[in-house]
């Protein structure tokens, strides 16, 4: 069965919904209210990273902004952030947030999420709208169609403030929640609605763990410091970046920490001070700084 027709995974299909980020569905609380002025968000991630998160993390800015950070497996696959400047996914809310933690102080709470719920989630940020026949349906109708196509995705009650939404993996609803994102007490059972409009969206050929790619960030990110130090220093250049990374432990570029990449940056200065004296040292060392004072730290 075909749900969907001459669509773009990423086609933002939930722009026409009111969807702050805290009105996502929730799993388990795991941290509440976590002042950002007395914990260092890197730390958190790169903590949620060594112990394979999965699950959400969503920020509350005292200047309105609201974002959610996706994890699945420690690893953060998407973002999603809604302020008085509009929505943002993807890479560029992930950067907006993390930017903005730095001057605004923000509360953050930590919440697990089940794989089929976390993959059933993923449709609200990046999916596409699915068709609705000529023909008008009920909720339990669309519900008996989905369930014979093992649909995967998420449906939602209501015209622009989502009075409810399912979340269905393999077409069985995993959970019914609120406006606020509290799951409702009805079980896999729809429960009873008022709005009349009713919509489903879900992931179209896609990698549904695609959503961001921090790993080409680094990567980038390596290319530019490797052209810093050729431009500036020739062969010695790329021997002490391959020497600075080998200090580091790190075999492979997509997986190093903006830790790491300063940490390099240290190094290749401390050599060239020795090699061509202070005054050259310190404008490589400014020019490396630069290409990495864009990088997201996340962390990890």
């Known amino acids: 069965m075909d749900l969907i027709a001459n669509s773009s995974v990423f086609a933002a299909a939930v722009d026409a919904l009111k969807f702050p980020p805290t009105s996502f569905p929730k799993g388990k609380p795991i941290q509440k209210n976590l002042d950002t002025h007395y914990v260092n968000l890197e730390a958190l991630f790169s903590s949620l990273a060594r112990e394979g998160f999965g699950g959400s993390v969503v920020m509350v800015f005292e200047e309105g902004t609201e974002a959610l950070i996706v994890f699945r497996e ?3 696959i998407t973002a999603y952030a809604f302020g008085d400047d509009g929505k943002k996914t993807g890479l560029p809310a992930l950067s907006h ?5 730095k001057d605004s102080r923000a509360y953050v709470d930590v919440f697990k999420l089940e794989h089929e719920i976390l993959v059933a989630l993923l449709p609200l940020l990046h999916g596409v709208q699915v068709p609705v026949e000529a023909a008008a349906r009920s909720l339990d109708e669309r519900l008996a169609g989905f369930k014979k196509a093992e649909f995967v995705g998420a449906i939602v009650v209501g015209e622009q403030v989502p009075e409810t939404v399912g979340l269905i993996y393999a077409g069985v609803p995993m959970g019914w929640y609120d406006a606020q994102g509290v799951e409702l007490e009805t079980g896999s059972t729809a429960p009873p609605v008022k709005s009349l409009t009713v919509r489903a ?7 549904t763990f695609a959503a961001i790619n921090l790993a080409l960030d680094k990567v980038q990110v390596a290319a530019r410091i490797r052209g810093v130090l050729e431009g500036e220093l020739k062969e010695l250049g790329l021997v002490l970046y391959a020497r600075g990374m080998a200090k580091q432990e790190v075999d492979d570029e997509a997986r190093a920490s903006k830790g790491q990449f300063l940490a390099l940056a240290e190094d290749v200065e401390r050599s060239l001070t020795i090699l061509r004296g202070p005054a050259a040292a310190r404008r490589l060392g400014a020019d490396l700084r630069r290409v990495l004072d864009g990088m997201l730290d996340v962390g990890f």
């Open 201 to 207: 969206f879900a992931l179209e050929n896609a990698d």
């Open 74 to 76: 420690g690893t953060i």
């Open 97 to 101: 947030a993390l930017v903005l933690a």
